[in-house]
């Protein structure tokens, strides 16, 4: 069984940072796509930004040049630097895992539970 454990989340002011990590625990060998989506009060859950195993990015276009995504494939872990907040990025993250090969075999693609992120002056 693999776990999401998402932290990081909390309150900001607007133009603040934040840091979002996600480790993902289990008998796991390796994870293709590691990302963050999140969804707004009414709104349905959207992609945020996303890497593959060697690195490669991508980003909704709202968040371009203020949010940057990495990853730890050592330690499992994702990681979401965002800069410049605005109070339109208010909203639940959630961690996202696909590409996930376990010992024994289990699920595609696993999600966390999600954190609040919410951005108020």
């Known amino acids: 069984q693999v776990q999401l454990v998402e932290s990081g989340g909390g309150l900001v002011q607007p133009g603040g940072s934040l840091r979002l990590s996600c480790a993902a625990s289990?008998?796991?060998?390796?994870?293709?796509?590691m990302g963050w989506y999140r969804r707004a009060l009414g709104k349905q859950r959207v992609m945020v930004a996303t890497?593959?195993?060697?690195?490669?990015?991508s980003y909704t276009d709202s968040v371009k040049g203020r949010f940057s995504i990495s990853r730890d494939n050592a330690n499992n872990t994702v990681y979401l630097q965002m800069n410049n907040l605005d109070p339109e990025d208010t909203a639940v993250y959630y961690c996202?895992?696909?590409?996930?090969?376990?010992?024994?075999?289990?699920?595609?693609?696993?999600w966390g539970k999600g954190t609040l992120v919410t951005v108020s002056s």
């Open positions: 996202y895992a696909a590409g996930v090969v376990t010992t024994p075999p289990g699920d595609y693609a696993y």
């Open positions: 289990g008998s796991i060998f390796s994870i293709h796509v």
């Open positions: 890497i593959t195993h060697s690195g490669g990015t």
